[in-house]
């Protein structure tokens, strides 16, 4: 008899494992410092007050915490986050526009499935980030890469292709300190892409997972703040834990609706004891204020260390400071970023080539680092790795 793997379907028989991701796992044997994924410190999680925050909602309110919950999301969180949507985008958001999801990765693949079929155009930043090219890729779009510069997604490539006629259903950026490339949309752009969206009648997917680790940058208004053709995506990920998986999405009422039927059959409602835990945490706007600041101090240094390790260790890398998030994108000039990676993990560093990001066959001579998960003296020693793995050409 056949193996059960052959009743996969097509689809799922041809979604493989990429070369890198099989090179990435090789690094988790011990022996590699790894500064390719985009785990924040352990040492940055607010363990007391969720400890806390836990024991006491746990015993103060067991049917609304260990009990199933709304799909879209408990109600006092959706009123807080349609509360805190409202302020950034100076105008009423309700919580019927809000769906909480299993962190933002489930946003994406909702919004994957639910607006595109087979070949549909998908406008993506190139290079942009992994786990949207993977949920959108699922669907079998076809791409439409839109370079990203110091200002984020270049609106006016985007703007020449739409007026060659290409016609994506979406746009997909992530706005501050983009993964990778640490970009942040500037002012201009995000009004530039409302006004294509508005004209063009595409939708935007704004992804801001980093928001709250700024290192001096300014905050700038959302993109839905110039337009209502447009999904923002918010997650606790970065701000409290990955671990909580508490994500969610501000769409138009209809979109929310019909995102949240999807949701229903993929998990009935996320973790409501970890939705209520946001909510504690979150609902205080004094300690939300100090954690901002508290994060941006803890990987400031972190981001300063690392680039001034490996500027020391490879003066050749090219690599702007980080203005927030986790992540330095460095250019090693003439290099084939794809082709170091197997000889740093041979030499004990491992990042993440370009192309990881792209959804062209280009390689790339960039590569992305972060700076959130190792050490402080374990980012210096990867930093030596890497200047050796460069310096033996
Ligand atoms: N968007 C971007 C740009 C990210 O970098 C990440 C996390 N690496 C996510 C979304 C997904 O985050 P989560 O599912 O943990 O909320």
């Known amino acids: 008899m056949r193996p059960v793997s052959d009743l996969l379907t097509e689809r799922t028989r041809s979604s493989r494992s990429s070369v890198i991701r099989e090179i990435l796992a090789l690094t988790e044997a011990g022996g590699v410092l790894s500064l390719a994924g985009g785990m924040p410190s352990p040492d940055s999680f607010p363990v007391g007050e969720l400890a806390e925050a836990a024991a006491r909602t746990i015993s103060g309110q067991p049917a609304q ?73 699922a669907q079998d779009p076809s791409w439409l890469p839109i370079p990203v510069d110091a200002d984020g997604l270049d609106t006016d490539a985007l703007e020449a292709e739409l007026a060659a006629g290409k016609r994506p259903k979406l746009v997909y950026t992530a706005t501050d300190f983009q993964n990778p490339s640490g970009a942040v949309l500037s002012p201009a752009r995000r009004r530039h892409l409302g006004e294509l969206a508005d004209r063009y009648g595409f939708l935007v997917v704004e992804d801001d997972p980093y928001g709250w680790i700024r290192f001096g940058e300014p905050i700038h208004d959302p993109i839905a703040a110039t337009t209502e053709r447009c999904i923002s995506l918010g997650t606790t990920s970065k701000t409290l834990a990955p671990g909580l998986r508490i994500g969610w999405l501000v769409a138009p009422v209809e979109v929310a609706a019909a995102l949240s039927r999807l949701k229903q059959a993929v998990d009935l409602n996320s973790s409501a004891l970890a939705q209520y835990l946001t909510l504690e945490l979150l609902g205080r706007p004094e300690w939300s204020r100090a954690r901002a600041v508290e994060l941006s101090e803890f990987y400031r240094p972190r981001a300063e260390r690392l680039r001034s390790a490996m500027l020391a260790a490879a003066p050749d890398l090219e690599i702007p400071p980080a203005r927030g998030g986790l992540f330095l994108w460095a250019t090693a000039p003439g290099v084939d970023t794809t082709a170091l990676l197997p000889r740093a993990v041979a030499n004990g560093v491992a990042f993440v080539p ?40």
């Not at 066959?361 to 374990?378: H, I, K, M, Q």
Request: proline share 4%; aromatic share 6%; glycine share 8%.
């Open 354 to 393: 370009e192309s990881a990001f792209r959804t062209d066959d280009v390689s790339g001579e960039c590569f992305r680092v972060s700076f959130a998960t190792l050490a402080p003296d374990e980012l210096e020693e990867a930093a030596a790795r890497l200047g050796t793995t460069l310096a033996a050409g």
């Open 65 to 137: 915490t260990l009990q199933y919950a709304r799909t879209d999301g408990a109600t006092p969180l959706r009123e807080l986050l349609a509360a805190e949507a409202s302020v950034r985008r100076r105008r009423d958001a309700s919580p019927d526009q809000i769906v909480v999801t299993t962190g933002s990765q489930q946003a994406l693949d909702l919004i994957a499935r639910a607006f595109l079929d087979p070949g549909d155009l998908v406008a993506i930043e190139s290079p942009g980030y992994l786990g949207a090219i993977q949920a959108f890729g």
